[in-house]
């Protein structure tokens, strides 16, 4: 008994799984973007090729190990006139040689420390790609919300319009309104029918692209958070490190906290490094050789030496190469001053984008109060002419702008509400904080 009612229930449990909407809240949609966006997939490869970069760094560091070996025929065998044997008739000799090179520069040894640094530039550009990431699922789950939002109030409006369709035709049958007033009922409702498919679609559109943003198969609801409906949130305390909330203190922590900038960073120190590398191709080389060999000959040779055991130093001085050095020294300096100009460049984009986003979040968070309150009145003016028409004490004009100036105002509060949220989070990403405020994800 206890077995079929354990297969009912799991019988019952997967036919819901199967059958029914799967529904995401913001943060499972973040981990499943992280686990399967391929945008995020090739950056984090960049940290595989970092640190393969690193091992071929770490290579020319390490002597140089190998066998060589080699066997020779000879036609004949020869002799001196004194009747010694000069050469055999075979020989074959194997060996094993031990070499390592380095430049008096070190340069290999700044190579080695420009490839670790090369990883920690690969993971603060793979943070950047992340975070810019979260940011797209971010504002197109919070499109998703607005557009659903926007098809709830197209429906509500249909059904109002219904209603007063439906007393239009009643007050005419008694001849206390004419037949204008129906048909004017009827053509704002058949309007309102039309805006209602075109929201249904715009949903469908901004629901599939959020799928393929994430990488959502089959179909999926989102579960809504909580929305502000009016500008309760101090603006003050709204991002952490900042408070109050100022411009400045936007930007310095925007300049502190982006992983831009610190990846910038690296790659000025990086480019600096190029310089020395190309610079320490004008000092010599020495080299270190190590070597065992033997020897055997058919048949053998007086001067045979059977095994044999030898090490040498070489020292390497290039002088004239047609100024190929002087032009590699030349490109790293170049290189050096773009990354410099670059930082700049970045700099001064992050500090407009920065400016950018404080205004827009101090107009959205403004904005939500007033627009809360334009929709109270709107609904509140609404049903009172509704009324006053049931009682023909107003007309249906009067209903119908009624009706339109509440409509507009259900859009702009749900326009401020979800542009609040994505403002935040756009402030939070221009600053370089907003996979912070997720520690789940950023783990």
Not at 191 to 197: K, M, N, R
Not at 269 to 298: C, D, H, L
Request: glycine share 6%.
């Amino acid at each position: 008994m206890i077995r079929y009612i354990l297969f009912l229930v799991i019988t019952l449990f997967s036919v819901n799984i199967a059958y029914g909407e799967v529904e995401y809240t913001l943060e499972e949609l973040l981990r499943l973007a992280l686990v399967r966006s391929e945008r995020l997939k090739i950056s984090a490869e960049d940290i595989n090729i970092a640190a393969a970069g690193k091992k071929k760094a770490e290579a020319a560091l390490l002597p140089q190990l190998s066998a060589i070996g080699g066997y020779t025929r000879y036609g004949t065998s020869k002799t001196s006139e004194t009747g010694s044997l000069i050469q055999p008739e075979e020989a074959l000799n194997y060996g094993i040689r031990l070499e390592q090179s380095i430049s008096l520069s070190g340069k290999e040894i700044t190579a080695f420390n420009t490839a670790k640094e090369g990883i920690e530039k690969s993971k603060l550009d793979f943070y950047a790609v992340k975070e810019g990431y979260m940011l797209l699922v971010s504002q197109s789950y919070y499109d998703v919300l607005k557009a659903k939002k926007i098809l709830d109030i197209s429906k509500a409006n249909v059904e109002r319009l219904t209603k007063h369709r439906d007393a239009a035709l009643m007050r005419l049958k008694v001849g206390e309104v004419t037949k204008t007033a129906l048909l004017r009922a009827e053509a704002e409702l058949s309007g309102a029918q039309s805006e209602l498919v075109r929201n249904s679609n715009l949903l469908k559109l901004k629901k599939s692209v959020l799928a393929r943003i994430v990488g959502i198969e089959g179909e999926f609801d989102l579960k809504e958070e909580v929305v502000p409906e009016r500008s309760g949130l101090d603006l003050d305390t709204a991002i952490e490190g900042c408070r109050p909330l100022t411009l400045d203190c936007l930007k310095e922590m925007a300049y502190s906290e982006r992983a831009e900038l610190k990846s910038l960073t690296l790659q000025k120190k990086i480019a600096s490094e190029a310089v020395r590398i190309a610079k320490g191709a004008f000092w010599p080389n020495i080299s270190v050789e190590g070597m065992y060999q033997r020897k055997f000959e058919t048949p053998e040779t007086m001067s045979i030496i059977r095994d044999n055991i030898y090490g040498g130093m070489r020292l390497n001085f290039l002088f004239f190469e047609g100024g190929l050095r002087e032009a590699q020294v030349r490109e790293a300096e170049v290189r050096k001053r773009q990354v410099e100009l670059q930082y700049e460049d970045v700099k001064k984009t992050i500090g407009i984008e920065v400016e950018g986003a404080y205004l827009d979040f101090v107009t959205q968070g403004n904005m939500l109060k007033s627009l809360k309150d334009q929709y109270t009145f709107a609904r509140e003016n609404y049903n009172a002419t509704a009324r006053q028409f049931e009682y023909g004490l107003a007309n249906s004009i009067d209903v119908m702008d009624a009706n339109t100036l509440l409509v507009t105002a259900e859009r702009h509060l749900a326009d401020a509400q979800y542009n609040f949220l994505s403002s935040l989070l756009l402030i939070r990403r221009t600053t370089g904080t907003l996979l912070k405020t997720i520690p789940q994800i950023n783990n």
